[in-house]
């Protein structure tokens, strides 16, 4: 007889997507709703805080309802909640936690925390259905830009991040300065498939010192600006580039930005002696990044996985690492609280 499976609700409101899922213990999925803000943060053409936390209180209901219809289940089938509480936006975390403290109050269930980050990782531990520990974790997203030495699966150690801007943020940037909408990753990844990745030289950032397994992406970023008018153009909005141009700075920008994420990620397998890399977040959707990742996997022949596209942006699947806490015996009280900030180890 099949033991039954336990299936847990997981919530992820760490930034601007609304989003719940139902997982059971063998990493099957059951439903998988994401409420995306994109409409509601493009004409400010990144997120704004407050229109993030309110637009989360407006939905979150709505979507844990929708993801229990996807599932065909009611509520007291479910067996614990789990809710990403750091690193994220800190109006946007709450309201995930008090919903999921509500429910696990309510309902009785145990409350578990996710680390966001880690829960990028796991992604490509549900995706693959493989034991990914242990491995290098590189997360690239919106937020963060962090290359861990993940143990296993509750012991990640932080190698290092950037040091400014988030690659996801930097393509943001540069997708607005050229005039594309938000979010920027997808329209410059786009518009670049038709420029020169070497029309422009721009500088990659630590990348000559394999002792620092660092980013910085704020210097690029000016290197861009620079292409786009002089210093003291003040509104870049009035500069009519010609659409070759603006892909040619676009791919230049990506190769440069790609080129520091393979480096570095290469350097902290020789730094570590770990013979696996993990890629997850929002900028893993990359075509380019993922095309040169593999390529560098095949000749330096270390095994190597990224998250599926629909698991790269934020969603509530990856949550399914809560179950790796749960089987360790650790649940959370009513007393969890956010974290906004990286959690530096
Ligand atoms: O992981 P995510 O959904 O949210 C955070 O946790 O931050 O990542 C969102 C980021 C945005 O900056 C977006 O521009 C970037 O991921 N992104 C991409 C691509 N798709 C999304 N960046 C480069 N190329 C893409 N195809
Ligand atoms: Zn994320």
Redesign the pocket.
């Known amino acids: 007889m099949l033991s039954a499976q336990m299936r847990i609700l997981t919530l992820e409101t760490?930034?601007d997507?609304t989003a719940a899922a139902i997982v059971t213990d063998q990493l099957e999925v059951l439903a998988s709703i994401v409420a995306s803000q994109d409409d509601l943060h493009a004409r400010f053409r990144g997120v704004v805080p407050e229109i993030a936390a309110r637009a989360h209180v407006e939905r979150i209901l709505p979507v844990i309802d929708q993801t229990l219809q996807q599932a065909g289940m009611k509520l007291c089938e479910l067996e614990a909640i789990a809710v990403a509480n750091t690193p994220g936006l800190a109006g946007s975390l709450l309201v995930g936690l008090m919903a999921a403290k509500t429910l696990s109050l309510t309902l009785g269930i145990p409350l578990v925390a996710i680390n966001?980050l880690h829960a990028?990782i796991y992604a490509c531990r549900i995706s693959s259905g493989r034991e990914i520990f242990p491995c290098v974790g590189l997360i690239v997203?919106?937020?963060?830009t962090s290359l861990y030495r993940c143990a296993g699966p509750l012991e990640f150690h932080l190698l290092g991040g950037t040091i400014d801007d988030a690659a996801?943020?930097a393509?943001?940037k540069v997708a607005n300065m050229l005039g594309l909408p938000f979010?920027?990753?997808?329209e410059?990844?786009r518009v670049a498939q038709t420029g020169d990745p070497q029309a422009f030289q721009f500088p990659r950032s630590f990348l000559k010192d394999p002792e620092r397994l660092e980013f910085s992406f704020s210097g690029l970023k000016t290197a861009v600006r620079y292409q786009i008018a002089s210093p003291d153009c003040k509104d870049l909005s009035t500069v009519k580039l010609e659409p070759q141009r603006i892909a040619d700075l676009a791919a230049s920008f990506q190769e440069a930005v790609v080129d520091c994420l393979v480096g570095k990620s290469l350097q902290a397998l020789e730094t570590t002696g770990l013979k696996r890399l993990c890629v997850g977040?929002?900028?893993a959707?990359?075509?380019r990044f993922r095309t040169r990742l593999a390529e560098v996997a095949k000749k330096h022949q270390f095994d190597f996985l990224i998250a599926p596209l629909e698991l790269?942006?934020?969603n509530a699947v990856m949550g399914a690492i809560a179950f790796e806490r749960l089987q360790a015996g650790l649940v959370d009280g009513l007393d969890l609280d956010v974290a906004p900030g990286l959690v530096r180890k």
């Open positions: 760490t930034c997507e966001h990028h997203s919106g937020g963060h996801g943020e393509f943001d979010p920027g990753g997808p410059v990844s977040g929002g900028v959707a990359n075509q790269c942006t934020d």
